[in-house]
Nanobody, 119 residues
């Protein structure tokens, strides 16, 4: 069973930066496509960023392009989300997710970490 644990959330002022980490265990990290999702109060969970298991190729939601960067360190079994120029609308619980091999959908999820951006 793949286990994902997020960390690095907290309170930050608008315009500030924060880096989230997601540590994976219970499987071969290099075989996982990884992603970050977020859910704000009263809203549906939305895709934020993703990185493939090879290359790696990254993708981003339009709302975070140019501000957020996803990266992975296979030696540390960890995926990161560097968030710059944070805005109040970025406030949400951020979740790490993994998709195995060539699967399209994400199958494993962490418990989430709260990010709050104040104005």
């Amino acid at each position: 069973q793949v286990q994902l644990v997020e960390s690095g959330g907290g309170l930050v002022q608008a315009g500030g930066s924060l880096r989230l980490s997601c540590a994976a265990s219970g499987g071969a990290f290099s075989m996982y496509g990884m992603g970050w999702f977020r859910q704000a109060p009263g809203k549906e969970r939305e895709f934020v960023a993703g990185v493939t298991r090879i290359a790696p190729i990254t993708s981003y939601a339009d709302s975070v392009k140019g501000r957020f960067t996803i990266s992975r360190d296979n030696a540390k079994n960890t995926v990161y989300l560097q968030m710059n120029d944070l805005k109040p609308e970025d406030t949400a619980v951020y979740y790490c997710a993994a998709r195995i091999g060539t699967k399209i959908e994400y199958s494993y999820w962490g418990q989430g970490t709260q990010v709050t951006v104040s104005s």
